[in-house]
Structure formats: C-alpha cells, structure tokens
Nanobody, 127 residues
Framework: QVQLVESGGGLVQAGGSLRLSCAASGRTFSSYHMGWFRRAPGKEREFVAGISSRGGSTRYADSVKGRFTISRDNARNTVYLQMNSLKPEDTAVYYC????????????????????WGQGTQVTVSS
C-alpha cells in the first residue's frame, strides 16, 4: 500500500511558478500511475495531469497544457508538478492520486479510477 503526502503549495503572483511534490511511502511506487487533481472553491474536482508508472507517458488537461509539467523520480518515490505561468484561475487545493498499473493500463483522467489520495496542498495565485 502507498501513502501520499503533498507539499510545495503556497501563495504566488500571477505569472509566477511553483513546484508541487508528492512523496509516497512504500516500496512499490513504481507500480503506480500517478495523477494530479485540483478542486477550486465551489467547483468540482478536475484532472490536471497524469504520468504512467515508469514515466514514459503523460497526459494533461487542456487548461494547463504548455504551462504545467508532471514528472516522477521512482528512486525517490516522488512525483512532481511544475507549474509555470500561473493564473488566478489555477487557485485550488491540489491533490495527488495513485492507481496500480495492473488495475488500469493507461493513465486515467477520471478521479474515480484512482484509489489512493493525498491530503492536498493549497495553491493560491493572486492577480
């Protein structure tokens, strides 16, 4: 079983950058596809980015494509979300999520396909 802890959130001005990290416990991190989701106040949770278990495949929401980059370091049991050119509409609580690659072949974009979640980290972008 993998447990997930996000960090790196904070307050940043529009146009700035942040890098989120999600540290995973357990020895099977490389068996999990990883995803980043976010929930803004008054809105539903939405997919941000995902990466396959070995890092060979990534996918992004259209709203962040070209600005955000997901990556992982399986030796450090960590997945990252580099966020550049931040906009006020990126303000949200960001969550990382995991699903075993034996459960789903492709990196999912639907939250209900992930079965492990972190506690979230707040990102606030001021205008």
């Amino acid at each position: 079983q993998v447990q997930l802890v996000e960090s790196g959130g904070g307050l940043v001005q529009a146009g700035g950058s942040l890098r989120l990290s999600c540290a995973a416990s357990g020895r099977t991190f490389s068996s999990y596809h990883m995803g980043w989701f976010r929930r803004a106040p008054g809105k539903e949770r939405e997919f941000v980015a995902g990466i396959s278990s070995r890092g060979g495949s990534t996918r992004y929401a259209d709203s962040v494509k070209g600005r955000f980059t997901i990556s992982r370091d399986n030796a450090r049991n960590t997945v990252y979300l580099q966020m550049n050119s931040l906009k006020p509409e990126d303000t949200a609580v960001y969550y990382c999520a995991a699903v075993n690659f034996l459960t789903v072949v492709l990196v999912p974009s639907q939250g209900n396909e992930y079965d492990l979640w972190g506690q979230g980290t707040q990102v606030t972008v001021s205008s």
